[in-house]
Each structure stands twice: as C-alpha cells, then as structure tokens.
C-alpha cells in the first residue's frame, strides 16, 4: 500500500475527512520518501477571527461547566487515543519521519496526559488563608483564562498540544491550535478525536479548533486581542519575536525554546551509559 492509501486508511478509520484540495497551498509531504500526499486551504486572518470567535463563544458555555464533568470530556478524549493508538502512530511516522516506536510513544504521552488532567479535573484547589479581621477569612480562586493558543513545532506534532489542550480543557479554557506546516494532517487527525469527544459529552463543538498556515497564522493569534495565552513551541528566534507581541497587549506567554539536545561528556563519564542517552536523545526528537 503506498503511503497516501495509507494516510486515507487512516482518516477513513478515525471517521475523519481528509480535507485535500486542487487549489490548496500548504503542500503535506512524508519525509520517509520525499513523496506529496495533497495540498491543503490555508487560514487566512479573517478565518482565524472567525475561528478565535467561536472558541471564545465555546468558551463562555464551558467556563460554566463544573471541573469534573469537564474533566469527563477529556476522559473521552483519552479513550479514544487509546482507540486509535495505532493510527495515529503511523501517521506521526508518516508525516514527522519518527521511528514507529516513537510515533507511538507521543501517542502514549497524549495518552498519559489526559489521564493526569482527568484526575486534576477534581483537584483544582484554592487556598483558605488566615485573616486579622475576627470571623474573616480569604478565599483563592483560580478562573478560566478563555482561549488559549497553542503553536507546536514539527518534531513534537502531537504530545505538545496535548500538554496544552488537556489542561486548558479541564480549567475551563477553549484552544486554538496552530500545527507546523509541515505536520498538519496529525493535527485534523487529533482535532477529529477532539470533535468526537466533545460530540459524545455535550461540550460546544468550538472548543477545539485548528488553523491551517505559516507564519502570517502564527502571527494572526499571536496578535489577537481575545487570546490571552499563548503557548509556542520553535526556535529562540521565534520566542524573541512572540514574547514582546503578546506582551504589548497585556497578554501572558508560554514559550519552549531552542532545544536541541545538547550533551556534555564528562571525562568521568561511563560512555556505554552516554553513549545510549545520546543516541536516544537524537533519535527521540529527531
């Protein structure tokens, strides 16, 4: 089977379209054999708008939801990576040029998170604190943000916008994901599971979204004034950039930079042992 039957298999089996088009700029090609599976429509900043819109509309409705039942639609969510467990690795493979083990173990990690946002679904505590003023006390509580931006790198295409994803949702937050360009289809495939899951828990269906583009996409949530987190994933240079951006109006950042897994070799050090971490630091990530 060639490797776009292969892709097509996999959306067919996630009950996903696979939104190619003739007139389509963002080119989805596999690194395994240099081969183009399609071509995909790129966001524009009016269908960002729209897009940020409705998770803030999504958001409004969620934000009303108790923790715990919140914490039931990322419970679904769960579940159904472990249903497609398979699949999805593959198609990280297929598009990120991963090992299969690899593809599979970002999968896990999707898988894990969740697991830990479901338990902390039931855990998200304030503080009571002493007062000086007698029969006082003071309460801490924690609100929702609203929509949250993730923008991922093409090494992590999946697990960093469920370490995202996962939190926010239970917080009460809506998200907005903006995939490399060069890992796209992982991303319809996740946001596929995401709409199944809020389908089967009664979540707005504008609670996930994906935009689709480059660097002019990046910038149109970085911009946004109804977005109030961003979280981005890439190089130092691009955090440079964001961080002041997001800064001027007032809004917070969460920015993982610049990671290329670098090793120091002590003269001590037993090499067997450093030998294996590097190696798996450079086939991990690659």
Do not use: Y
Not at 13 to 37: H, K, M, N, W, Y
Not at 89 to 109: M, N, P, R, T, Y
Not at 197 to 204: E, N, S, T
Not at 257 to 272: F, K, R
Request: with cysteine; net charge negative; hydrophobic share 50%.
């Amino acid at each position: 089977m060639s490797i776009s039957a292969q892709v097509a298999a996999i959306f067919d089996r996630l009950g996903a379209e696979l939104p190619f088009a003739d007139d389509g700029t963002v080119r989805c090609q596999t690194p395994i054999d240099g081969s183009v599976l399609g071509h995909l429509r790129a966001d524009d900043a009016s269908s960002v708008t729209q897009k940020v819109d409705s998770a803030q509309q999504a958001f409004v409705q969620w934000r009303q939801v108790p923790a715990p039942v919140r914490g039931q639609f990322v419970r679904e969510l769960g579940e159904l990576l472990r249903e497609h467990k398979a699949d999805l690795g593959a198609l990280v493979s297929i598009e990120a040029g991963k090992i299969a083990s690899e593809g599979l173990g970002e999968v896990q990690e999707m898988i894990d998170i969740c697991d830990l946002a479901v338990g902390l679904s039931r855990q998200l505590h304030g503080l009571t604190i002493a007062s000086e003023r007698p029969g006082h006390r003071m309460m801490e509580q924690w609100h929702p943000l609203g929509v949250v931006a993730v923008i991922s790198a093409f090494n992590f295409p999946v697990a960093v916008w469920s370490w995202n994803a996962a939190l926010a949702f239970v917080c009460g937050d809506a998200v907005v994901w903006k995939p490399s360009e060069k890992t796209v289809l992982t991303a319809l495939a996740c946001q596929s599971l995401a709409l199944e899951a809020a389908r089967r828990v009664g979540a707005p269906a504008g609670l996930s979204q994906v935009v689709v583009g480059g660097r002019e996409v990046g910038e149109a949530l970085v911009d946004h004034p109804m977005v109030p987190l961003v979280s981005a994933t890439g190089s130092t240079r691009m955090g440079r950039q964001v961080a002041p951006r997001v800064a001027a109006r007032l809004g917070r950042s969460l920015l993982e930079l610049g990671g290329n897994n670098a090793a120091i070799v002590a003269e001590s050090a037993d090499l067997e042992l450093a030998v294996r971490a590097i190696v798996f630091s450079a086939v991990g990530t690659a």
